[in-house]
């Protein structure tokens, strides 16, 4: 992985768990955390420079009110970052040869 990449999913990770933290305290308005998830939608579409529908839909979904408290992006960031490393690594298959 380069150190660009690192720093890539570094930056998605941090983001999505400041707003899941965020969203567990439950101190903010509904307005103020619109505008947070508008915020880490265009930041994931700039750090990843790929338009994901998926994203749109996590971030609709976290308005919904009550379910603040799962943690929603963090969890996306991680089944991206688990995809993403899936697909990069080789796999290797024994084959049994007679």
Do not use: C, H, Q
Request: without cysteine; hydrophobic residues 55%.
């Amino acid at each position: 992985m380069s150190r660009r990449s690192t720093y890539t999913w570094t930056l998605m990770f941090v983001l999505a768990l400041l707003n899941d933290g965020l969203d567990l305290l439950g101190m903010r308005s509904p307005i103020i955390e619109l505008v947070l998830d508008i915020i880490i939608v265009i930041a994931i579409f700039l750090l990843r420079r790929k338009i994901d529908p998926w994203i749109l839909i996590i971030a609709l979904f976290d308005l919904i009110p009550g379910i603040d408290i799962a943690p929603i992006w963090t969890l996306y960031m991680l089944y991206l970052y688990l995809t993403e490393m899936s697909r990069g690594a080789p796999r290797r298959v024994k084959v049994k040869v007679e």
